[in-house]
Nanobody
Framework: VQLQASGGGLVQAGGSLRLSCAAS????????VGWFRQAPGKEREFVAH????????YYDESVKGRSTISRDNAKNTVYLHMDSLKPEDTAVYYC????????????????????WGQGTQVTVSS
C-alpha cells in the first residue's frame, strides 16, 4: 500500500490542523494506521493509532485530549486532527500502515508498521 501524507503547514500556537493520509494500492480497510512524528534532532515518536475499522484509537500522552485520529475507509484516508497546537508539536508527521493483528504492546513501535508515507511538515510558531 502506498501512503501520502498531507495537510501540514505553518500555524500559530493554539491553532489547529488536520493531517490526511491517503492510501492506494491495496485494500486500505485491512490495515491499521499509525501517525508518528520526528522533530529536528530527535528520534521519531508515536503520536496516534487507529484500528482498521476505526473502532479503537490510541494516543500518546503528549497529544491526548488535543488530537483525534479518524478514518474514512470509503475514501481510503486516515485523518489526524490536532487542536491547541504547541511549538513542541513542530515536527515532520508520518503516517504508516500495519497489518493486524497489532497488539496493545506493539502499536507504538515503528517496526509494527510495514508501509510508510513521506511525511508532512508541521511548524507551530509561538
Amino acid at each position: 500500500v502506498q501512503l501520502q501524507a498531507s495537510g501540514g503547514g505553518l500555524v500559530q500556537a493554539g491553532g489547529s490542523l488536520r493531517l490526511s493520509c491517503a492510501a492506494s494500492g491495496r485494500t486500505f480497510s485491512n490495515y491499521a494506521v499509525g501517525w508518528f512524528r520526528q522533530a529536528p534532532g530527535k528520534e521519531r515518536e508515536f503520536v496516534a493509532h487507529i484500528t482498521r475499522t476505526g473502532g479503537t484509537t490510541y494516543y500518546d500522552e503528549s497529544v491526548k485530549g488535543r488530537s483525534t485520529i479518524s478514518r474514512d475507509n470509503a475514501k481510503n484516508t486516515v485523518y489526524l486532527h490536532m487542536d491547541s497546537l504547541k511549538p513542541e508539536d513542530t515536527a515532520v508527521y508520518y503516517c504508516a500502515a500495519g497489518y493486524p493483528p497489532i497488539y496493545i504492546s506493539d502499536y507504538k513501535r515503528e517496526s509494527t508498521y510495514r508501509y510508510w508515507g513521506q511525511g508532512t511538515q508541521v511548524t507551530v510558531s509561538s
